[in-house]
């Protein structure tokens, strides 16, 4: 029998219309735990890297995590993977809210979709019987209105649907997938749906998932709902309010923005407005936020309410949650109201709110830059708002001056030419990052930006706090009940660690420090990824309910898989690499592995080299960042050396030599 997993996959072809139930391999799971890690085998065995993001030949998968569907708190994540319309490279997103769990419980843990149907469809899944069903009628429908509307149709009110907007169908690079309170937002996966001509896959489980050791994994989740429940009565002191509890950053809760609109950058990532936050305009958000939000929200089995419902006025009700609340509003240097009504409207067509305001605020930069002409902008109105609902539309219908714009930033500059990458500054890995722009160049989150596989920095960063606390007291009491740190040498690091002196950045912590912190952050967010955990319980908050020394007991539980921290922390390692391997076959090496330059104003090139080099080796990767074939030996992955081997990868000339050549020759 198999335990926490259902045991089987669908595998859809869409070309041809054909659908099986497939019994997935055990070992897979204790090689690989399940969701992100079983979905980077998959992409391993599948898909070369001479296939594109919009081939039929890719594949894309929804796979539910190894605790979805089982008793254990906030396990609700979905993990979308496949190849990035955008980066290039492999990708993948998670969405939170109900889909997964409705997954497990139909039987099944993940739907692997190959192929290109020939007509818009939709994907219906109830229990045993699985259909693909003609979505014409759905055709341009809104991505919150077409889960309405597929289960009306279905006479369902209880299925889980996933859908694509307009941006989806018409390949969109940022465009994202909607279910129910969350979206799968980064690297464009729902463009590579649309490509599938995939509407959306609704699905209704009745079934049940079995547990290995059902007593003690109860036991398990006691305690874990115990202590999230002190950790909400309890927020760390002297930190960030919206960072001090658990879940996401809670941004829906908490009404003082004078750090984020004083930090973060306004317009296309440019400016700083210190001084912003005042009496009036707190008082103005404050009475908007008021007006529009119905009530807080939560994903399935969890208490945390990180979401919210807003009903902007003359709008249909929508759903958000943490950051995107200021995107639009900072990108057109404008207000919550336009904000949050503008982010409707986003949400509907299917964009991902991070990317999708850059763009826009980039659009316009060009403009006033006289790179792209009023021509290409015939019919914007005048009004700044206005502008904005303009472009919104066209990019999401690629038309005109969208239809450039619809490709990101960087494709965009990359079309538009003219100078224009000097306004695509923000990206990594062509992949637009967090407004933020900030002053001396911080150790960890150099390493955070650089190697991480998503190029979304908060998805990556999370249980080592963001800046050193103020007084020795401070410190003393954050380290004293941190039982979550897993070294000695961390906790350390967070009693000397100061904003002056000896023991303040960059040089301090040291780049072995960093790389050893970087490391842990990493790990939980991979453990989480693989389980299908909300970050918000794991790895993105400070002490979380769920860290290195309670997992392997609850995997353990669940699962029927033996499983000690050591045991974790290698199978982690292993689809840390394997995630690698997947985009270093597509041709990402070191050069790729940097910040956008003016991220930091104050930068340290001596200082960024060493940590670059600390940090490859303190994974076992070479100096240009391939893991070796010594690691990847221990890791039970010599398929991947092997294959490196066959490409010569190990053999070609190191990426920054060849950049160095090429500045030469230039
Ligand atoms: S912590 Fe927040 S985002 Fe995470 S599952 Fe709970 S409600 Fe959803």
Redesign the pocket.
């Known amino acids: 029998m198999r335990y926490a997993d259902a045991g089987y996959n669908l595998e859809i072809d869409l070309t041809r219309g054909n659908i099986e139930k497939v019994e997935s391999d055990p070992r897979d799971t204790e090689l690989y735990l399940g969701g992100l890690g079983t979905n980077a085998k998959i992409m391993w065995d599948r898909v070369p890297p001479e296939i594109d993001a919009f081939a039929p030949e890719n594949v894309l998968i929804f796979s539910a995590g190894l605790l979805c569907g089982t008793p254990a708190l906030?396990a609700?994540r979905t993990m979308v993977t496949s190849i990035s319309p955008q980066t290039k490279l492999f990708q993948y997103s998670m969405m939170?809210?109900f889909w997964s769990p409705e997954l497990k419980f139909a039987g099944y843990d993940k739907v692997i979709m190959r192929g290109k149907a020939p007509n818009l469809v939709y994907i219906w899944i109830n229990n045993d019987k699985v259909e693909i069903r003609d979505a014409s009628h759905l055709h341009g429908k809104g991505a919150v209105e077409t889960q309405e509307l597929i289960k009306a149709e279905l006479n369902e009110p209880k299925a889980q649907v996933a859908a694509i907007g307009l941006a989806g169908e018409n390949r969109v690079f940022f465009a994202s997938i909607e279910q129910a309170?969350?979206s799968c937002s980064r690297g464009g996966l729902g463009a590579v749906m649309g490509s599938k001509n995939v509407k959306a896959i609704a699905v209704r489980g009745t079934k049940n998932i079995n547990l290995a050791r059902p007593a003690e994994f109860m036991k398990l989740m006691e305690e874990v709902k115990r202590y999230t429940i002190w950790r909400n009565e309890n927020p760390i002191p002297n930190y960030m309010p919206i960072l001090a509890g658990?879940?996401?950053p809670q941004e829906m809760k908490h009404d003082d923005e004078k750090w984020h609109t004083e930090n973060f950058s306004w317009g296309n990532s440019r400016t700083r407005r210190r001084g912003f936050w005042n009496k009036d305009i707190a008082e103005d958000w404050k009475k908007t936020m008021a007006t529009m939000q119905n009530r807080l929200?939560?994903?399935?089995n969890?208490?945390?309410?990180?979401?919210a419902t807003l009903t902007p006025p003359g709008q249909p009700t929508y759903m958000m949650?943490c950051f995107t609340k200021l995107t639009y509003t900072m990108a057109a240097y404008s207000d919550l109201a336009f904000g949050l009504s503008i982010a409707q409207k986003a949400t509907e067509y299917g964009i991902d709110g991070y990317s999708g305001p850059q763009v826009m605020a980039f659009g316009l930069e060009l403009l006033e830059a006289g790179i792209l002409s009023e021509a290409d902008f015939a019919g914007m109105p005048e009004d700044n708002d206005g502008k904005f609902y303009w472009l919104l539309d066209r990019i999401v219908r690629r038309e005109g001056i969208g239809d450039i714009l619809a490709d990101g930033t960087y494709w965009a500059a990359e079309r538009i030419g003219k100078g224009a990458h000097a306004f695509a500054h923000n990206n990594i890995r062509k992949h637009e990052q967090l407004p933020l722009k900030l002053g001396t160049m911080d150790p960890i989150y150099y390493l955070l930006y650089c190697c991480n596989e998503k190029a979304t920095v908060t998805q990556i960063e999370g249980n080592f706090p963001q800046a050193p606390f103020a007084t020795q007291e401070e410190k003393d009491a954050f380290v004293s009940d941190w039982f979550q740190c897993p070294s000695e040498r961390i906790k350390e690091v967070v009693r000397k660690w100061s904003f002056k002196g000896e023991y303040a950045g960059p040089y301090y912590p040291t780049p072995e420090l960093c790389s050893e912190i970087v490391d842990w952050q990493e790990r939980m967010h991979y453990v989480d990824d693989c389980v299908g955990m909300?970050?918000?319980?794991s790895s993105f908050p400070l002490k979380p309910p769920y860290h290195l020394f309670n997992y392997p007991q609850i995997i353990s539980a669940a699962s029927g898989i033996e499983m000690d921290t050591d045991e974790l922390v290698k199978v982690t390692k292993r689809v840390r690499n394997l995630v690698r391997a997947n985009n270093i076959i597509r041709g990402l090496r070191r050069v790729d592995e940097v910040p956008p330059e003016d991220h930091w104003n104050k930068r340290f090139p001596e200082l960024e080299k060493e940590l670059l080099d600390t940090y490859y080796k303190y994974k076992g990767w070479n100096n240009d960042g391939v893991p070796t074939k010594e690691l990847l030996h221990e890791l039970n992955l010599d398929y991947v050396a092997e294959d490196f081997e066959k490409r010569g990868i190990y053999s070609e000339t190191p990426s920054y030599e060849l950049a160095a050549q090429k500045e030469k020759e230039v």
């Open positions: 906030s609700n939170g809210g309170r969350s658990l879940g996401s929200i939560s994903c399935f969890c208490p945390n309410k990180c979401g949650k909300c970050a918000g319980m």
